[in-house]
């Protein structure tokens, strides 16, 4: 085995997993990892509410493929090498036990982020990797033997023989490696939750709809599944997924579209008109807005029935018939106006990166300059919530790795 001068741009998870399989796989190989920050796997730390969403219990490649708005096709192959099987096996036989909670989302059983970060740095540590913090790459350069020259924030160079981009180069001004031929898809934000200020929405902050609909007319995004009402607006893993499918688009309306809201999207118009019907005649003299309409929590079914028209003194038995059609249409699809995004907790994912036509995925080596990897967010590679980024990140760290060790 060679002895070659490896460096990884880039202390997150894809970064840490290509330097510890790089190291672990040619022990003769010079191992550095530099990242620009002085902090070292700040997203892992915060995922999960700070529990790490690790991968997610999806064992078929092609499946798990259909969870990535971007860049799914192209990870088919890489997933039936290292997928979230081997992702298991990896940490469990660095002594991390992982558990999958009832919508498949795996995390470590100490439910703490912290055992994921000190499973990687003591791997990094034993593998002989070469950490440095406060060190972001600001250019990069061939140089004479073939190999690489970088030229570090900092002020100082590096010279290096293969050379991974882990790193998320939101903006293309921080993309180093297309001075060398490589385009960017322009970077936008995905996974994002919904600014809404509507008195009455943000009064309910906190109350969570456990199956709803959401979809932005004139376009074909719909997503289904539990909602949470938040202070700014909506929230909650349909949410999620909808900024995550509709992440370009959404960026084209500069985040300012229509929202339609099926609030009981298993009923049809024809089923909620025959069971206010049958309200009529079964409990016509209650109060609409005093009776529930499950599975709606008592508070959202009030204000949706004020929303409709429907009076404090209104009474089943005395419902009109226009009454009825607009309690109808405000439940199967109240439309809302969004006016902007946030951040989904403290977690940051982008759709874009270098384009996968430009990367031979079965190494994760350039096709445009050989010695150049590319991994993880540097990817136009994005998953919804649920630990998929992740498992991509690990996915192609793990093969960039394997592959400037052996190359």
């Given at each position: 085995?060679n ?28 191992v550095v990892?530099?990242?620009?920050s ?7 730390r ?31 192959g890489?997933?039936?090498r ?31 982020s ?29 140089s004479?033997e ?6 570090l924030g900092?002020?100082?160079?590096m010279e ?5 981009w ?19 898809s ?17 009064e309910?902050a ?6 709803a609909q959401?979809?932005?007319?004139g ?16 929230s ?10 509709g992440?370009r ?26 069971e ?10 209650q109060?609409?807005?005093r009776?529930?309409?499950s599975p ?12 409709a028209g ?28 969004v ?6 907790k403290e977690?940051f ?5 270098i384009?996968?036509k ?13 010695g ?5 967010e ?16 690990w996915t192609?760290?793990?093969i960039a ?5 052996t190359?």
């Amino acid at each position: 085995m060679n002895s070659p001068r490896i460096v990884i741009a880039g202390g997150g998870a894809a970064g840490f997993f290509g330097a510890i399989s790089a190291a672990e796989s040619n022990p003769l190989a010079q191992v550095v990892l530099l990242e620009k920050s002085p902090h070292l796997l700040s997203k892992v730390r915060i995922s999960g509410g700070g529990r790490c969403n690790v991968t997610h219990a999806c064992f078929d490649p092609r499946e798990l493929s259909t969870r990535y708005p971007r860049g799914g096709r192209a990870l088919i192959g890489p997933l039936n090498r290292f997928g979230p099987t081997q992702t298991i096996e990896w940490f469990q036989s660095r002594g991390v036990k992982l558990k999958t909670e009832s919508d498949g989302r795996m995390f470590p059983v100490t439910d703490s982020s912290q055992t994921i970060i000190d499973c990687l740095t003591q791997a990094s540590q034993k593998a002989k990797v070469r950490i440095l913090t406060g060190h972001g790459v600001h250019s990069i350069q061939r140089s004479p033997e073939g190999g690489f020259t970088l030229s570090l924030g900092s002020g100082s160079t590096m010279e290096s023989d293969r050379f991974l981009w882990a790193g998320g180069g939101c903006r293309p001004d921080s993309q180093p490696c297309t001075a060398l031929g490589h385009t960017l898809s322009t970077p936008v934000p995905s996974l994002f939750t919904f600014h809404i200020s509507l008195p009455w929405l943000n009064e309910l902050a906190g109350l969570s709809i456990d199956s709803a609909q959401v979809s932005v007319p004139g376009t074909d995004l719909r997503e289904s599944g539990p909602l949470l009402i938040t202070h700014a607006g909506l929230s909650g893993p349909a949410i999620l997924r909808l900024s995550a499918w509709g992440a370009r688009p959404l960026h084209s309306f500069n985040y300012h579209f229509p929202l339609l809201v099926n609030w009981l999207p298993h009923r049809s118009a024809d089923e909620l008109f025959r069971e206010i019907q049958e309200r009529r005649e079964t409990i016509g003299a209650q109060m609409v807005l005093r009776s529930r309409w499950s599975p709606l929590p008592s508070r959202l079914w009030e204000k949706l029935a004020l929303q409709a028209g429907i009076t404090p003194e209104d009474r089943w038995s005395k419902l009109s018939r226009e009454s009825a059609t607009s309690l109808i249409h405000i439940l199967n699809s109240t439309q809302l106006h969004v006016t902007g995004k946030s951040m989904n907790k403290e977690e940051f994912v982008t759709c874009g990166g270098i384009p996968l036509k430009e990367i031979d995925t079965k190494t994760m080596e350039s096709r445009l300059v050989p010695g150049l990897y590319f991994a993880g967010e540097a990817l136009d590679i994005d998953g919804i919530t649920g630990g998929y980024n992740f498992q991509s990140a690990w996915t192609t760290g793990w093969i960039a790795g394997q592959s400037m060790a052996t190359s």
